[in-house]
């Protein structure tokens, strides 16, 4: 699959642009705020609703404007789909395929598979568990239909059970029966929530292994680890022993709602005692395990999208990462850099095709 063309208008600083692209690797450089990362995001709106970095659309339409408006031409298993969004101030967005509109916007998402690697994606390794829950859970919904259902299910019962012991607690009366639903019906939807969490990791573990040996060599020495309560005692046991527990704290204090991902390097956190390059090439190894899987699941190769790739890795790591870029192990990518000549120069160092486009202030020069 590969995204032919992109236009936007009023899009965040872009008034117009029109860009015409390669089906291998594009490069979209220049200063500072000049826009690169921008028409990154404009593609990941096109291909799944929603920017990755802002979720209040309002906000991507170019100051002073009222509306924008993205389109795209993609091929995909040899079909063109003529993709267009379009976002009015206080109204709801909307997208059309080949100029019919969606009966519901989530029939297109999984259309258009991507990956984006963006250095905001420290937030991963650096915050809380909730973000590396995120992490997980977005990759699994994107090839696993049922499991967002299952954990929109979860959440909602979670929300009552808490409600209810919160409740307990301001009125000392303490509704056991309803308990009971809830902690059914908490275990019902948290043990297929744990158990393909559960596969999945089993699956991307290697993968990841794989890619990270690959950027990095031999020499270090990293693991990812699945941490969650349900792998030593079940869910209907934990929540009957908690129970006095969560009486006490008036909230529920175990179950998926808990499960981590733990990142080492060496034996220690790679939070703490990872180098911002060591983080980095963490984070692009977990990002290029995603692709790998999504690719499996869909049966062709995503879009992927490289926002500032460059920046904290050394030339090896950079050689490796273009290395995997030639070889067409990905098949379209998008990169940004600042610097116009260091990646004329890389390519041409591997030769390795690739179309530059010079973009200042929200224009764009190919
Ligand atoms: N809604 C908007 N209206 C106008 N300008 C906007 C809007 N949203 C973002 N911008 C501006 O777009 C500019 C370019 O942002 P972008 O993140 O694409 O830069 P970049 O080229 O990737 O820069 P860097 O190299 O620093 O990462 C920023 O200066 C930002 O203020």
């Given amino acids: ?41 404009a593609i990941h709106y096109l291909a799944l609703c929603k920017s990755y970095f802002n979720p209040i659309d309002s906000q991507q339409i170019k100051q002073d404007a009222d509306f924008f408006i993205i389109t795209g031409t993609f091929s995909r298993n040899g079909q063109t789909e003529a993709i267009a ?3 009015k101030r206080n109204q709801k967005k909307q997208f059309k395929r080949n100029k019919k509109d969606y009966p519901r916007l989530a029939d297109h998402i999984g259309l258009l598979p991507l990956v984006m690697v963006s250095p905001n994606d420290v937030s991963i390794i650096v915050e809380g ?28 019962v979670l929300i009552n059970r808490n409600a209810l012991l919160k409740a307990a607690a301001d009125t000392g009366r303490y509704d056991q029966s309803l308990l009971e639903i809830f902690d059914e019906q908490l275990t019902s939807s948290g043990k297929k929530i744990f158990e393909k969490r559960k596969a999945f ?24 680890i699945y941490e ?16 006095e527990k969560d009486k006490v704290l008036e909230r529920t204090t175990c179950g998926v709602h808990k499960d981590d991902l733990l990142f080492y390097i060496h ?10 390059g060591q983080q980095k090439s963490f984070l692009i190894a977990l990002k290029l395990a995603q692709y790998t899987l999504l690719q499996q699941a869909k049966g062709f190769k995503p ?13 090896k790591r950079v050689e490796k990462l273009m290395q995997m870029v030639s070889n067409h192990d990905f098949g379209q990518v998008f990169i940004t850099d600042t610097g ?22 929200g224009e764009v020069d190919a």
Avoid at 10 to 17: I, L, V
Avoid at 130 to 156: C, H, M, P, W
Avoid at 202 to 220: C, D, K, M, Q
Avoid at 228 to 243: G, H, N, V
Wanted: charged share 25%; net charge negative; with cysteine.
């Fill in 1 to 41: 699959m590969h995204l032919q063309q992109l236009s936007v208008i009023n899009f965040k600083n872009y008034t117009e642009a029109g860009l015409l692209l390669s089906d291998g690797v594009n490069a979209f450089l220049g200063d500072n705020g000049a826009g690169k990362t921008n028409l990154l995001d």
């Fill in 85 to 87: 969004c379009s976002v």
């Fill in 129 to 156: 568990s909730e973000e590396r829950r995120k992490f997980i859970d977005n990759v699994i919904s994107q090839t696993d239909n049922g499991y967002l259902d299952e954990l929109i299910a979860y959440n909602k």
């Fill in 201 to 224: 990791m089993e699956a991307f573990t290697p993968v990841f292994n794989s890619h990270y040996r690959f950027l990095t060599g031999e020499a270090e020495n990293v693991e990812l």
């Fill in 228 to 243: 969650s309560q349900l792998l030593q005692i079940d869910l209907e046991t934990l929540l009957r022993k908690s129970a």
């Fill in 267 to 276: 034996g220690m956190p790679i939070k703490k005692f990872g180098s911002q």
């Fill in 303 to 315: 879009l992927l999208l490289l926002d500032d790739v460059f920046d904290k890795l050394d030339d």
């Fill in 340 to 361: 116009y000549n260091r990646v004329k120069q890389i390519f041409e160092d591997m030769q390795v095709p690739v179309k530059l486009f010079k973009i200042a202030q």
